[in-house]
């Protein structure tokens, strides 16, 4: 079956489903293969719980015309995703980056859904299926599309602009992410340049955060660049950053925002610039902001009993940990508690950056310093040493603190979210 005729299908059944457990009615199954699981095998099961057609891969699972036999399930997934994408003639805004690329892509969404009928990127859905996903889940009636872009290799943010044909494009910055993969930090500035790469050879127009030198150097040659940071065609400054980040621009006087640190600056600005790009509003920009509420473990503020916790436990490279401490050492508060979770996926240089945060955090006067598994574990240091979150919640038990200010992170695979949970 070609694409035009799966398309046909689709259009009749527009809900597409990955996983069995998933399943509504008159849904397709795309039977995808993991390192450790055959999506072929749960085709039969799918049909049976109310999927109207799984896409199969594999003849030997073949059931009736209920099963539709491709060559590779997952590359008819993205060739149906680019399909569908050509038949819109609207702005698609990818958006990547080394660190604030979902708070951004919340934000500038967020924004645009005051003027436009706007579809985005669910939860962290940014990757070879998730991009796939998103962009079929994009309706008839929309008028943008924001789309986030994660990747940890080269040539991956090439892949995706494929089939997500991007119009606009945004790299919040290129740091210490995923090193081991990208082969290190220029490594990683070549693999989000990508995007700056399909912008250039498309007649696209890129957002640039023009504070950095380097994003500057990386978009040379872009056909369209619109500018934001302390100074551009849309320039702010911060008021304040405790206990949440407000900052003023050009246009609006003041946004008060939800947001925890000055680390968070480019990302507000950032959604200023696509707002205004857009021509929606300075009030709508400013609201939308404004209530912005985080809830996703990221810069996230809470309460608990007397004590004052940020948790931005989604993940953590050196470069957002470097930020977060360094920010949270700014903060106007007597008891701090440092609650970090080990990095993950850096190679080589694990070992050097967990060193390096160790010597960040001697440079500041904390309450307690806990440090929690992984290569955290492998390096000599005077701060509490603990395997696991489990550990880490315990030990937050027992502490029974009251007025004490905590900022818990680490890397997703550290799980940090449960010591407060």
Partial sequence: MNIEQLYNIYLQHPTIVTDTRKITPNSIFFALKGASFDGNTFAEHALKTGAAYAVIDDATYHIDERTILVEDVLTALQQLAKHHRQQFDIPFIAITGSNGKTTTKELVSTVLATTYK????QGNLNNHIGIPLTLLSVKKDAE??????????????????????PTHGLITNAGKAHLEGFGGVEGVKKGKGELYDYLRANNGTAFVMWDYDYLREMSKGIPHLFTYGTTGNVWGSLVQSEPFLSVTTKNI???????VGDYNFPNVL??????????????????????????????????????????????ANP?????????????????????????????????????????????????????????????????????????????????????????????RSMQMERVVS
Avoid at 147 to 165: F, P, R, S, V, W
Wanted: proline share 2%; with cysteine; glycine share 6%.
């Fill in 118 to 121: 706007t579809y985005t990127t």
């Fill in 253 to 259: 006087e003041r946004i008060q925002t939800h947001l």
């Fill in 319 to 411: 470069s957002s940990m470097k930020a977060a401490i360094e920010n949270f050492a700014k903060l106007n508060a007597k008891d701090k508690v440092l609650m970090l979770g080990a990095m993950a996926e850096l190679g080589a240089e694990s070992l050097a950056e967990h060193h390096f945060i160790v010597s960040l955090i001697e440079k500041y006067s904390w309450k307690n310093v806990v440090l929690v598994g992984g290569d955290f574990l492998k390096i000599k240091h005077p701060f509490i040493q603990l395997q696991n979150a489990e550990e880490a919640k315990d030990w937050f038990l027992q502490q029974q603190f009251h007025n004490t200010h905590l900022l818990v992170k680490g890397s």
């Fill in 144 to 165: 943008m599309a924001v789309i986030e872009m994660g990747a940890n290799h080269q040539k991956e943010i090439e892949g995706y602009c494929t089939y997500t044909l």
């Fill in 270 to 315: 950032s959604a200023v610039a696509i707002g205004e790009f857009f021509k929606v509003p300075a009030e709508k920009i400013k609201s939308a902001i404004e209530n912005y509420v985080p809830s996703n473990s990221r810069s996230q503020m809470m309460e608990l009993g007397t004590n004052h916790i940020i948790l931005d436990a989604y993940n």
